[in-house]
């Protein structure tokens, strides 16, 4: 079996932002006793993307040399709880 990837890694991407948002977004106090309130409803499609990626991830081999390409040096990633 075949396997992007390019789409796999832009997946992870994808859905780790979205779900590091939405979680940056409910933190509901900023003190060192910070508190995260989010319905599990409004993350599960990020985190079963995000599980099926890493499913694919870890039964996925490559042949050969070469290896992977790296991704652009402009790929984001959002940062948890930041403060």
Do not use: V
């Given at each position: 079996m075949e396997v992007s990837m390019d789409?796999?890694?832009k997946s992870l991407i994808r859905n780790y932002n979205s779900?590091?948002?939405?979680?940056n977004n409910n933190i509901k106090d900023k003190s060192w006793d910070a508190t995260i309130v989010i319905d599990p409803e409004d993350i599960s499609d990020e985190m079963d993307n995000i599980r099926n990626c890493i499913v694919t991830l870890a039964f996925t081999s490559m042949e050969g040399e070469g290896g992977w390409k790296e991704m652009?040096?402009?790929t984001d990633f959002e940062l948890f709880n930041p403060q």
């Open positions: 789409g796999l890694r779900l590091t948002r939405k979680l652009d040096e402009n």
